[in-house]
């Protein structure tokens, strides 16, 4: 499977706001199971939010009401929209399909990663 590409990450100050983009292939993109994970210096990877395998969206605790996943079939392209970011969200974000916090069919297929860094 061709992995999908993220891009967006950067260094903000506390409080700012980025967003992330991930673009898939025609054949892997998907209104289901793809999402965000992220994973911070030492710590394992942890979900972030996703579109799960009914279309229903879910938010780590961490980041609700401060992220919003979106997507944009006509691009294949899924965002994650981040304010009000604080230091503890300094982590690599990763896009992935055939992912879900629920699970989906088949093992994710994640791409490279995109660094964000967020400094008090």
């Known amino acids: 499977q061709v992995q999908p590409v993220e891009s967006g990450g950067g260094s903000v100050q506390a409080g700012g706001s980025l967003r992330l983009s991930c673009t898939a292939s025609r054949d892997t993109y998907s209104n289901y199971c793809m999402g965000w994970a992220r994973q911070a210096p030492g710590k394992e990877r942890e979900d972030v939010a996703s579109f799960d395998n009914d279309g229903t969206v879910t938010y780590a605790d961490a980041v609700k009401g401060r992220f919003t996943i979106s997507q944009d079939n006509a691009k294949n392209t899924l965002y994650l929209e981040m304010n009000s970011l604080k230091p503890e969200d300094t982590a690599i974000y990763y896009c992935?399909?055939?992912?879900?916090?629920?699970?989906?069919?088949?093992?994710?297929?994640w791409g490279q990663g995109t660094q964000v860094t967020v400094s008090s």
């Open positions: 992935a399909t055939n992912f879900g916090f629920f699970g989906c069919v088949g093992e994710p297929n």
